[in-house]
T-cell receptor
Framework: AAGVIQSPRHLIKEKRETATLKCYPI?????VYWYQQGPGQDPQFLIS???????DKGSIPDRFSAQQFSDYHSELNMSSLELGDSALYFC???????????FGQGTRLTVV | GQNIDQPTEMTATEGAIVQINCTYQ??????LFWYQQHAGEAPTFLSY????GLEEKGRFSSFLSRSKGYSYLLLKELQMKDSASYLC????????????FGQGTTLQVKP
């Protein structure tokens, strides 16, 4: 069965650079969530989209923005990167807002 | 506020049964989810409870008591591959779908 696809899997950036993370949800899933997970931490909710509209916003820095496109894929744009942004970034998708969410393999971002 | 508590670590023996508890205090409740996560990998969905009672899925079962703000994940016939972190997550109030995660319980299965 098709899963959530994230790209790239690994990304190394320097401080103050920008990064774009992509997420392709499971086919027919209309909801996308972004989470950030630091080492030894639980996933922290960043932002979500339902039917291409932002549905909720969590602890996402103003330096970050995201959107969901007409084909339901989503992109997380991160600017002015800081060392503290180094983490695993997971995208998850679901069919509607109440059903279980399935996670992608994540993008490991390292800021040096 | 939002608070989800799980034990940090647990150890169990291969072939045994282990119960991982989770207590929660959240503003609103729209379901409790359990995920398994191996280090550096994606959380994998295990089970979902929205009503009180027991949900069974093969070797995994999950129980919910909304009045007590309590859930547990029961793993039977433990295998070495079950060594992982188990995350309890709650969907809170509103219709946003976001999950609020606990810190996770690291389970080590020993031979």
């Amino acid at each position: 069965a098709a899963g959530v696809i994230q790209s790239p899997r690994h990304l190394i950036k320097e401080k103050r650079e920008t990064a774009t993370l992509k997420c392709y949800p499971i086919p027919r899933h209309d909801t996308v969530y972004w989470y950030q997970q630091g080492p030894g931490q639980d996933p922290q909710f960043l932002i979500s989209f339902y039917e291409k509209m932002q549905s909720d916003k969590g602890s996402i820095p103003d330096r970050f923005s995201a959107q969901q496109f007409s084909d339901y894929h989503s992109e997380l744009n991160m600017s002015s990167l800081e060392l503290g942004d180094s983490a695993l970034y997971f995208c998850a998708s679901s069919q509607g807002l109440q059903n279980e969410a399935f996670f992608g393999q994540g993008t490991r971002l390292t800021v040096v | 506020g939002q608070n989800i508590d799980q034990p940090t670590e647990m150890t169990a023996t291969e072939g045994a049964i282990v119960q991982i508890n989770c207590t929660y205090q959240t503003s609103g409740f729209n379901g409790l989810f359990w995920y398994q996560q191996h280090a550096g990998e994606a959380p994998t969905f295990l089970s979902y409870n929205v009503l009180d009672g027991l949900e069974e899925k093969g070797r995994f079962s999950s129980f919910l008591s909304r009045s007590k703000g309590y859930s547990y994940l029961l793993l039977k016939e433990l295998q070495m591959k079950d060594s992982a972190s188990y995350l309890c997550a709650v969907k809170g109030s509103g219709n946003t779908g976001k999950l609020i995660f606990g810190q996770g319980t690291t389970l080590q299965v020993k031979p």
